[in-house]
């Protein structure tokens, strides 16, 4: 099944289990001992293969440096935001990064954003790690004998004005004039949620995943005694608008598990079938709109 509207709402058969985000390169500045993300103008993002599925994520590349210089970089590669009071967060797992088709190591770093600053030194400072932190966005309550935060970056319901991200780095060399290929892989990071109703998911997810009535009526048929089992793959796009102009040729592939399953998209393109588990977009000079958020929904099993 496929619907379009305005916004482009694309209702697809998928697998249904939960996926977190996942990001396009960007470069990245220091800022007071952390990271930003910062704009390359003589950079060009060529072309990016981007491939989605349950079991893995793989991204291609071409960079092209258009100055007469070259430029040396760092580079990131940052997960989406953490939500406040997860049950759990898994990492991706089997982060892997080629250059040239040669392997390239990274480092992980955390990076904590307030009003567009890394605050995570601050937290280091007042005596916080990360398992501290992760703590706090996991159960949504501070590790005892913790220095308190500094109420500021709370709002007035105590929920935090920050966004906590996991960033993949590591420094770029671009010659002159001259082209070099990027890809990741990795198994993407999976969280199940408890079957949910149709309703639910539309309260939930149906503005920002675009369902329709009938993308709903899909949810209905696949939901059983208790619900349809879901999950959510958000993956950041827009960063590709770091790099100079838009990106020359783009192509998306969104490969399914099972003919059977559906999922739920805000996209402005238009999605060709082209196998009874695969979906695909091609567009030449491409700038993002908006990152993608996917709705997967299947009969519980």
Same mark, same amino acid.
């Given at each position: ?7 482009? #709402?694309?209702?697809?058969?998928? #697998? ?18 952390? =990271? #930003? ?199 950041? =796009? ?64």
């Amino acid at each position: 099944m496929l619907v379009s509207r305005t916004l482009c #709402l694309f209702a697809l058969y998928l #697998l249904g289990h939960g996926l977190q985000a996942y990001a396009n390169d960007s470069s990245v500045g220091d800022d007071n001992g952390g =990271l #930003l993300l910062t704009e390359q103008a003589n950079i060009q993002m060529h072309s990016e293969t981007l491939s989605l599925s349950e079991t893995a994520v793989d991204v291609r590349y071409q960079f092209i440096n258009t100055s007469a210089h070259a430029i040396t970089t760092d580079m990131a590669f940052p997960m989406p935001a953490m939500y406040f009071g997860m049950s759990d967060h898994n990492a991706i797992a089997d982060f892997k990064l080629w250059v040239n088709d040669q392997p390239q190591t990274t480092q992980r770093r955390l990076v904590v954003l307030l009003a567009g600053h890394d605050i995570w030194p601050e937290w280091k400072r007042l005596g916080w790690s990360e398992n501290d932190m992760m703590s706090l966005m996991e159960n949504g309550e501070s590790p005892a004998g913790k220095t308190a935060l500094p109420p500021s970056w709370f709002d007035a319901q105590g929920m935090p004005r920050f966004t906590v991200h996991e960033y993949f780095t590591w420094q770029q060399h671009f010659p002159a004039k001259q082209a070099i290929q990027i890809r990741h892989h990795y198994i993407p990071s999976l969280s199940t949620g408890v079957p949910q109703s149709a309703t639910t998911l539309l309260e939930s997810y149906g503005q920002s995943s675009c369902i329709d009535a009938a993308a709903r009526k899909g949810i209905q048929q696949r939901e059983g005694e208790y619900g349809a089992d879901w999950a959510l793959l958000r993956y950041i =796009l827009t960063t590709a608008n770091n790099w100079q102009g838009p990106i020359g040729e783009f192509h998306l592939i969104i490969k399914k598990r099972a003919p059977g399953d559906l999922l739920s998209l805000c996209f402005s393109g238009q999605l060709q079938k082209t196998a009874a588990d695969t979906f695909e977009y091609r567009a030449h000079d491409y700038t993002p709109p908006r990152d993608l958020e996917i709705l997967f929904v299947r009969r519980p099993e």
